[in-house]
Each structure stands twice: as C-alpha cells, then as structure tokens.
C-alpha cells in the first residue's frame, strides 16, 4: 500500500505525456512517467519519493514493441525485461535482461525503467553502450535522436520532461559474438558484485562493466589494453584493472579491493576463452 494519494493519468500518446507532465510542474507539482513502476511503487511506499501524479506510458504505440530491419532493431522503453529476453532478437540485450531479477520481476520492469532508475547498477545499459546504440526521446520541443551514450552518463539523464521512447541496436550487434558475465556475491539472482559484458566489433573486443565502480561504464582506455594482444591475458587483466576510471566500489556485498580482485580474474578468463576461440 501506498500511503498518501496523488492522481493517476494513463497517457495515449507522447504529446498527451508530455503535456501533462509540463502541466503539473507549472502547478509546482512533481510528476513521474511510469511503466512498469516496479522501483517507484517500492521507493513509494518507503517514503522515499512522493509524486503527486504518475504518467502512465504504457498505452503509447511508439514505447511499445521491437522491430527489426535491415539498419537494425528498434526496442520500445515500455518492453519488459522478459519481452526482450524471450524475443532472442539481440542475445546479448537478451542475457543482460534474463540476468536482472527473478522472472516476476522481469515481466514487471521496463527497459526504460532499468535505464532510469535509482538503483546503480543498470545492467540493461551495458549492450547498448557497447553497440553504439541510438536513442529516441520526446518533451516539450518534440522529438529527438541522440547516441545512446550521450544521455546516459551513469543513469539515463534526459531533458527535464523529456521521456525515453526507443532505442535502437545496429544490424551488426544482433549477431555479434559476445559474452556476458555476472559474478555476485551470495545468490544467483542479485545484484552483481562484477558484471563484465563484452561485445566483438570486428576483431576488437570491446567491454562495458556494472558493480565495479559507484556506475556503470564503458572504458576506451581499458578496451585498449585488453586489445593489446601482445601481452598474455593475465598482464592485459592486471592493467586493465589498474585503468578504473575511480575506485572500485564498496558496499555490504564487497569491499572495493575484493571487486577489483574479482574484475581482475573475470577479465583473465574472459581473455583467455578469447585467445583459445572458445567464446
């Protein structure tokens, strides 16, 4: 149960959505665009956030469904976790969204929800950084489309009142070796202690990391030392480590030391596996 009330609006199209959203801020009210609603109905009963209107996007054509073509795939915000896995359209967004949660879960959380939300780890994100992916938003001057990383710095990080709609994942990436691996410290389902996701553009294996630091990440300079196959996989692991863009993080799961130490030998394996060909 929710305890304080506020008004419910279950929008039918993204100008509807945007429009009441810019409403209920000229009123000095605050508003969130929901989907799944699985963080805000949980950080809402905590006390921690007190909306007075939620936005419903569910509705919304353009946030709803996947489409591929010849360029690529297009994924709605509003698709759930287990609608992405299930769909097997691009396996590693698939194996990143079947790592997140247990299965009641992943039916409830959205893509855009992951991207969203308040909880660090984002692990949604991690292919579609590796992928060069492109985003579409719409707000208050219509819509427009970025690269992917350009508004997800850490978390999703749109206009004020700008919502996600789509992402879009190019043709190259749906079939693209990869390699996806979630260490955590207690249970199968939880939050990663280190998650090393790993995608291959060509010949170049190129990597994106969650639990490791205080957000999740993508590292030229790390990809570029972990490409240096002049060096045996355990020195690439060991220098890699060494080029965190900060210092690792430390929690009840892990201190920072203990995750580094993990990174390292995940990056060894992972370098390894791709030297023998057995990725």
Known sequence: ??????????????AEAVAEYARCMALGKTALYYAGGSE??????????RPDEVIDVKDIVECRG?????????????????????AKLFPLL????GRIADH???CRITLGGNLSGSIIYHEAALPLLLCDAEASL??????????????????????PGEMLVRVRAPVWALAAKH???????????????VNVTALFYGEALRAAFSGVCAQPFRSERMEAILNERALCPAERARLAVAALPERAHADVEGSGE????????????????????SL
């Open 258 to 277: 203990y995750r580094a130490f993990v990174l390292e030998h995940t990056l060894k394996k992972l370098l390894e596996d791709w030297e023998l060909g």
């Open 179 to 193: 390699a996806h691996i979630k260490k955590t410290t207690n249970e199968k389902i939880d939050y990663p202690l």
């Open 66 to 86: 996947m489409e591929r073509d010849e360029l690529g795939l297009s994924i709605g915000a509003a698709c759930t976790l287990n609608q992405i896995k299930e």
């Open 138 to 159: 719409f707000g208050p001057e219509g819509e427009r489309r970025v690269p992917f990383a350009d508004v997800f710095q850490g978390r999703l990080r749109p206009l």
């Open 94 to 97: 698939g194996l990143a969204c």
């Open 1 to 14: 149960m929710i305890p304080f009330g506020f008004a419910y609006c279950r929008a039918q199209t993204l």
């Open 40 to 49: 805000i109905i949980t950080m809402a009963r905590a006390g921690d956030i």
């Open 104 to 106: 009641t879960n992943q």
